[in-house]
Structures are given as C-alpha cells and as structure tokens.
C-alpha cells in the first residue's frame, strides 16, 4: 500500500542522506591549501570545456549564459559597497 501513497519514493526520504554526504566531502576539502581548491576548480572547469567541445549542442548557449553571470558575480565582488 505505500507504493500508492509515494511514501516510498518521496524525494525527502533521500534528501538528508544526500545532503550529509555532500557536507562530509565539503568539510574535507575545506582545510585543504588554497591552490589544491584552485587546481580543482580548473580541473573541473577543463573538463565542461572539453564536454562542451566534443558535444556541440546546445552547451554552447548555456555556457555564454554562465560566463556572463560569473562576470556579474566577479563585478560585483570587485566593486565597493554603496550605502
């Protein structure tokens, strides 16, 4: 009777053991040095750039759009705060 109900394939029922996997690998990475984030965060980078490459599809779109929004966040992380 609970496969009627959506008991069992709630998405709540996933939600807190996803979420304290994810926030027991952030807590590791977290003392890691600077450049290993860094070196990171290239990598992962280079990989999307290498997907969008050999894919040619819609990518292209979404990937200007994530440029311009990084931008906007970097301009306003850059900018003084105006009271």
């Known amino acids: 009777m609970e496969g009627i109900t959506g ?3 709630s998405p709540n029922k996933w939600k807190t053991p996803f979420s304290m996997v994810l ?3 952030l ?3 977290t003392p890691l040095p600077v450049h290993h984030r860094w070196l990171g965060t290239f990598a992962v980078e280079a990989i999307y750039v290498l997907r969008v490459y050999y ?7 979404i990937s200007y759009g994530l440029g311009i929004y990084i931008s906007n966040m970097l301009i306003g992380f850059l900018s003084p705060k105006v009271d």
């Open 55 to 61: 894919v040619k599809g819609f990518f292209y779109i």
């Open 27 to 29: 807590d590791k990475s």
């Open 7 to 9: 008991d069992v394939n």
């Open 23 to 25: 926030q027991f690998y």
